[in-house]
């Protein structure tokens, strides 16, 4: 086993390519050795939604693997790591995960991560969600994996998009056991400051 903290990072095509790129930044803070897998349909998503280019992308993991590398070394259980997120997670990549049947790097280190009870976080970006969405994340659910909505929490206050991004980072984390300072708590810096405005 290892002492090194390592994140499997998974960006699916979702829209939202931007908790992925936050999620690998916030690690790289935090000291966490991130391996970074991305689909194809999630290079598109960069090009449509960010100024990065996938070099620049793949420049903020520590370790990178091609989508069709079936034989890297987070496809195997024996690869110790804290757990895996996928950052965006798009419906089609968390079907495949709950039906076990996996087509890619991504997916398969997904089962991996469940197979060997880690922790496995899936920041789902769809809405609305119909009956098959819900009992897909439902199944996912019993198996052990935790569904993370990137939703905005306006009890933080945020002043812009980048603050909404990183309280749903950081809350992410959180389920790693993973105390990033960017997140905005309750009990802690925000009751504080109720408490003395009132």
């Known amino acids: 086993m290892t002492d090194s903290k ?8 979702a829209s939202g390519v931007v908790y992925g790129v ?18 194809r349909a999630a290079l598109l998503t960069l090009a449509q939604e960010t100024e990065l280019t996938p070099a620049q992308l793949s420049a903020k993991a520590s370790v990178n693997y091609r989508v069709g590398d079936v034989g890297a070394a987070v496809a195997s259980g024996s690869f110790p790591t804290l757990g895996m997120v996928v950052a965006p997670c798009s419906v089609r990549t968390m079907s495949e995960i709950a039906s076990g049947v996996t087509s890619s790097l991504l ?27 819900l009992r ?3 199944a996912l659910a019993e198996m052990g ?22 309280q749903s980072v950081g ?3 959180d389920l790693l056991g993973l ?3 960017r997140v905005r708590r309750w009990g802690e810096t925000l009751h504080s400051e109720t408490a003395t405005a009132l």
Do not use: Q
Not at 25 to 30: D, F, P
């Open 22 to 39: 936050r999620l690998l930044e916030a690690c790289r803070e935090l000291g966490v050795e991130t391996h970074l897998v991305v689909s």
């Open 6 to 13: 390592r994140l499997v990072v998974g960006i699916s095509g």
């Open 145 to 166: 994996a935790i569904i993370a909505p990137p939703l905005p929490a306006f009890y933080a206050k945020p002043v812009d998009l980048a603050d909404m991004v990183d």
């Open 171 to 173: 809350r992410t984390l």
């Open 107 to 133: 997916t398969r280190a997904a089962d991996v991560t469940l197979k060997e009870r880690r922790p496995l976080v899936l920041m789902v970006r769809e809405t609305p969600l119909h009956l098959g969405h």
């Open 136 to 138: 897909t994340m439902t």
């Open 179 to 181: 105390a990033w300072n």
